[in-house]
């Protein structure tokens, strides 16, 4: 496994910044989801640093639907980044924390009237239109609850990224947003720009999830320039922001190869400033939302190791107490993690296991065929890289409750998650 920053090794055992995992898993139970405050804070630093114009206002925003507890989000808070929020429980758990309205933008293919009147009467600043639909929708609400909101349209650009690849135009019938090869975009832009209700200033795109490619966003940056140029010829009206979305790759195992964000982002700004005076934009503010890659390496997940089993067919199954409850990721997309036992360290890994989870479906496998020091019952297994898209898609399925998750920040740990309880669980059920 590779080790984060914050991981080293003590007397044969890994550590986090000091802290022994077999203490925190004595103090906090297993599962446990362990999240790195000091090393999520320097991220957040390091892009905001990085994103910077002196052309334009340059904002981060976080995707918050990756990892959003109202612990991280007072984190947000009190940082410079925006929240990128799906839902308006997203917006509750944000203002819960105090994170400015101003500085949300809305997202997501079909808000519904109850959650854009929340949106409005909690001055959400930026609300991302995905539709025609919406944007009627969203005039109406303005009008009666005497608003104006900023709005931006999310585009599909037609560069759909995929692991090292992208496909051009090939993403026509997304799910999300306008594509830009319709011809009939630019009525409802020009009606939009013309809206009494809506303070229309730009586009929004997002082109997909753990791209690897640089030039996949280099090429949908473009696309969104070019097109913003085409609109204003074609509508006469100022295009002034756009937001350029997340997706930026990360490290889950030897075959993830992400690129270097600290390098990336001044070269990605450098191209924007150059193309946009090209085209003769005059953008006042831009706009990136990862989610994932400012999360994900702060967040680990630590089971205690169960029962052991081989299969007549010569498997290893190694069972842990948690497994598709907490990390949905790999029955749901075959996401691949590393991992280690934590109390074995630096003893040789000689045995090919596959580690299991405890839910009624054979695809509640963390991890196929990973070579690891032989187990016992009682031993530590840590997963690294299960900061972002653990938590947030974490279900009770069979009735296994949802981990508690700690904060390491340095020499402090404290709980930010309470463990789950039955009675939880059951607090919404009647007779
Ligand atoms: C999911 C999503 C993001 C963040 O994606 P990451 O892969 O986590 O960086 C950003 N913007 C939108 C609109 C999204 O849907």
Sequence with gaps: MKLETYQNIVNGELVHSGHSYQELANQYGTPLYIFDEASFRKRIESYTANFHSDLFETQVL??????????????????????????AGEIFVGLAAGVKPDKMYFH??????????????????????DNRMEASRLEQIAEKLNKRPKVLLRINPGVEAHTHQY???A??????????????IFEFITQLHESQFL????????????????????????????????SQEKTKYRITEINFGGGFGVYYTKEDQPFE???????????IEKESVRLGLKLNKICIEPGRSLVNASGSTLYRIGDLKDTVSGKHYLFVDGGMSDNIRPALYQAQYEAAITNKITEPATIEYTVAGKACESGDKLIENITLPQAITGDLLLVNGTGAYNYTMASNYN?????????IDGAHHRLTVKRETFEDMMKNELD
Excluded: W
């Design 199 to 230: 303070n229309f200033v730009g586009f929004h795109s997002h082109i997909g999830s753990q791209v690897f490619d640089r030039e996949s966003f280099f090429k949908a940056s473009l696309a969104m320039m070019e097109f913003a140029q085409t």
């Design 108 to 129: 997501g293919n079909n808000k519904s009237d109850e959650e854009l009147v929340y949106a409005l009467q909690n001055e959400v600043g930026t609300i991302v239109i």
């Design 62 to 87: 976080f995707a918050s639907k990756s990892l959003l507890t109202k612990a991280i989000a007072k984190i947000i808070a009190i940082s410079p980044l925006g929240q990128d929020v799906v839902s």
């Design 171 to 184: 993403s026509l019938d997304s799910k999300f947003g306008e594509s830009i090869f319709d011809e009939q």
């Design 261 to 271: 964000m600290a390098e990336f982002l001044p070269e990605f700004v450098q191209n």
């Design 167 to 169: 496909i051009q135009t």
């Design 399 to 407: 009735r296994l409750a949802r981990p508690a998750m700690i904060h």
